[in-house]
């Protein structure tokens, strides 16, 4: 069973950036989809974007397109999220996720926290 674990959560001030990484324990197939999720308290679980493994093509939700990119490094099995002009609505904690094509996200990490003050 492929293991997820995320990193590079905090604390930042709004208009600032962070970068959340996300290793996985086994090789990711090309054609999976590996993709970030939120959830801030008292909400719902949230599509942040997604990529397609092994092509350029990604998605994003409309609450941080042109802000935030998801990519991935294929020697290195990692998965990024890189967020800049973080907002404060932006506070959730960020879940890395990975799923066959087609097929759902069935594979999640244990979430990082990201904080962005006013």
């Known amino acids: 069973q492929e293991q997820l674990v995320e990193s590079g959560g905090g604390l930042v001030q709004a208009g600032g950036s962070l970068r959340l990484s996300c290793a996985a324990s086994g090789r990711i197939l090309s054609g999976s989809n590996m993709g970030w999720y939120r959830q801030a308290p008292g909400r719902g679980r949230e599509f942040v974007g997604r990529m397609i493994w092994g092509t350029a093509t990604t998605y994003y939700a409309d609450s941080v397109k042109g802000r935030f990119t998801v990519s991935g490094d294929n020697a290195k099995n990692m998965v990024y999220l890189q967020m800049n002009s973080l907002k404060p609505e932006d506070t959730a904690i960020y879940y890395c996720?990975?799923?066959?094509?087609?097929?759902?996200?069935?594979?999640w990490g244990q979430g990082t926290q990201v904080t962005v003050s006013s």
């Open positions: 996720a990975a799923g066959p094509l087609g097929q759902g996200f069935n594979t």
